[in-house]
């Protein structure tokens, strides 16, 4: 196993805590469901029905890094999309209570051997256009971890 996907392992058994409990509107089922979480990339569609049945969903997945001979930072960026079955007052209220789930994420910043860097980047929208395409509603995270070149290194 790279220290990356480690690293990925980490955060989804994090957010497996942080959304413990937790429902939002399950297309899939039409009705409450809990989070699915994936490593690097939603699912392949086998069909055009499929489209959508993802949601509600939070993808950990590698965005960029950066690496010196005495530091290594690697960013993960948390996609997160979120289907309403109601208004867009609860659309917006469905994806600010995800928010509010997932920033104590910060509380813990020992990832050995990864450290978590602040400020942590969020912000609410489509990555691509920064607004929220009703009945869909997106959060997006970067994580900014660090550690020493020598930790991180393949033995």
């Known amino acids: 196993m790279t220290a990356m996907t480690g690293l990925?392992?980490?955060v989804i058994t994090r957010l497996a805590?942080?959304?413990a409990g937790q429902q939002f509107y399950?297309?899939?089922?039409?009705?409450?469901?809990?989070?699915?979480?994936?490593?690097?990339a939603l699912p392949p569609k086998r069909t055009d029905a499929a489209a959508g049945q993802d949601f509600p969903f939070i993808v950990a997945r590698i965005r960029s890094g950066r690496s010196d001979q005495h530091r290594d930072s690697i960013i993960v960026r948390l996609y997160c999309g979120l289907?309403?079955?109601?208004?867009?007052?609860a659309g917006n209220a469905d994806i600010q209570r995800l928010a509010d789930l997932l920033l104590p994420i910060t509380s813990s910043r020992s990832w050995p051997p990864y450290s978590l860097a602040l400020p942590l980047d969020w912000f609410f929208g489509d990555p691509e256009h920064g607004v929220q395409p009703h009945p869909d509603y997106f959060l997006t995270m970067d994580?900014?971890?660090?550690?020493?070149?020598?930790?991180?290194?393949?033995r």
């Open 143 to 154: 994580l900014i971890f660090q550690a020493h070149a020598t930790a991180t290194k393949r």
């Open 17 to 19: 805590e942080l959304t």
């Open 83 to 89: 289907r309403t079955d109601g208004d867009e007052a």
């Open 26 to 40: 399950d297309p899939a089922l039409q009705a409450q469901g809990d989070p699915r979480l994936y490593k690097w």
């Open 8 to 10: 990925l392992d980490l």
